[in-house]
């Protein structure tokens, strides 16, 4: 059984349309993230949801909105898409909001290229 | 903001070789994790050290924390070809609340 699933795998799209990731993790966490990861392997977080509710939010453009249906889910729907968010989008989870010392589960990850 | 630099960034080495990965930082971190990814895959934790000084050993990789907790470093001995991914460091902060991620070492192990 995969522990966090995303689908997507795989996204390719034109320019200022709107897509969405979806997210489901079956490890019974509380505490779920989008990061994003570049062309150079940075991984930078965008969001982190417990129990549904948002805790972080970085400087991300308002055209990115996360919505947790439930503490299972974490779904990313990007509105106007632009060649700059082409990136690897992981989602992931862990035991508690003290993110600090948890263990990180990641899933395999939504390629989007945007041409 | 903090930031984490690996180093070096990126490391190409023969089987049976030794070698060290660094990740530093000007900032303290409570506790500093060390990730590593595949292709295609989502990283997977190796460990995490929380104490100055720390060395934690996990088969052929040992880990240390830096003793001011703004450094750490990954060694590993007799390289092998399943020892090829990207490595990675993530700084743990309870001011921040997040983890910070580290820019990543790739490492290649030639057979």
């Known amino acids: 059984d995969t522990a966090v699933s995303q689908t997507p795998k795989y996204l390719v799209t034109q320019m200022g349309n709107d897509k969405s990731i979806k997210c489901e993790q079956n490890?019974?966490?509380?505490?779920m993230y989008w990061y994003k990861q570049d062309s150079k392997k940075f991984l930078k977080i965008m969001f982190s949801?417990?129990?549904?509710?948002?805790?972080i939010n970085e400087t991300v453009p308002n055209r990115f909105s996360p919505k947790s249906p439930d503490k299972a889910h974490l779904n990313l729907h990007i509105n106007s898409l632009e060649l700059g968010d082409s990136a690897v989008y992981f989602c992931?989870?862990?035991?508690?909001?003290?993110?600090?010392?948890?263990?990180?589960?990641f899933g395999e990850g939504s390629r989007l290229t945007v041409l | 903001t903090q930031l984490l630099e690996q180093s070096p960034q990126f490391l190409s080495i023969q089987e049976g070789e030794n070698l060290t990965v660094y990740c530093n930082s000007s900032?303290?971190?409570?506790?500093l994790q060390w990730y590593r990814q595949e292709p295609g895959e989502g990283p997977v934790l190796l460990v995490t050290?929380?104490?100055?000084?720390e060395v934690k050993k996990l088969k052929r990789l040992t880990f240390q924390f830096g003793d001011a907790r703004k450094d750490s470093s990954l060694h590993i001995t007799a390289a092998q070809p399943g020892d090829t991914g990207l490595y990675l460091c993530?700084?743990?902060?309870?001011?921040?609340?997040?983890?910070?991620f580290g820019s990543g070492t790739q490492l290649t192990v030639l057979p």
């Open positions: 992931d989870s862990s035991r508690t909001s003290e993110i600090y010392t948890g263990e990180l589960f």
């Open positions: 490890l019974g966490h509380d505490t």
């Open positions: 949801y417990n129990n549904k509710e948002l805790i």
């Open positions: 900032s303290v971190f409570s506790s």
């Open positions: 050290v929380v104490t100055g000084g």
């Open positions: 993530a700084g743990g902060s309870g001011s921040a609340r997040q983890l910070t």
